[in-house]
């Protein structure tokens, strides 16, 4: 069996985790989204676990919050079949609720966008919700069940297709 010197296995090291995305970068991400520094109130419980090997993303990472109570960061790489990340925020000042922007039974936008298109539909907010939870809502004239969308701002939620 033949060793193979450390030096060049020193050199070596970068080349081979050149194809996936610095976990790093994304605890950085995280901080900066959240207003807070890891293992501090309102910022990231742990780093991301540094045994993943994601795909290096070429686009910005897209950061929410993810749940009613901001207790959880979706990161995630905003290109086709790309990957995604919850990752969660201890509680404190930074993670409090938000004050709700859509009220129980509001008219409301439906925006659902995809690569390169967005089709909206007026709909019936069935929850109140702040920017960034998801809530219930009924399309307009549509009897089934409801739906989930992200708010996105005063009277508009969202559904984002990969």
């Known amino acids: 069996m033949r060793l193979i ?3 060049i296995l ?28 890891q293992g501090t ?11 993943l090997k994601l795909t ?4 910005p990472l897209a ?3 993810y749940g009613s109570a901001n207790s959880t960061v979706l990161v995630r790489c905003p290109v086709a ?8 925020v201890s509680s404190g000042p930074a993670a409090a609720r938000a004050e709700p922007v859509i009220a129980r039974g509001e008219a409301v936008s439906i925006a659902v966008q995809g690569s390169g298109f967005t089709v909206s539909r ?4 069935l929850e109140s919700g702040a920017v960034g939870e998801w809530i219930r809502v009924r399309p307009a004239g549509d009897k089934r069940d409801p739906i989930r969308a992200r708010v ?4 508009r939620v969202g559904i984002d297709l990969p």
């Not at 109130?41 to 045994?51: E, F, K, M, S, T």
């Open 63 to 65: 950061l929410e919050w």
């Open 5 to 7: 010197p450390a030096a």
């Open 152 to 155: 996105i701002q005063p009277g």
């Open 122 to 125: 007026q709909g019936e907010a």
């Open 56 to 59: 290096r993303c070429p686009m």
């Open 10 to 37: 020193a050199a070596a090291a970068p080349a081979l985790a050149a194809g996936f995305h610095d976990l790093a970068s994304i605890d950085r991400e995280v901080a900066r989204f959240t207003g807070a520094p």
């Open 81 to 88: 079949g790309g990957w995604r990340l919850f990752v969660p």
């Open 41 to 51: 109130d309102g910022g990231a419980r742990l780093p991301v676990d540094r045994r």
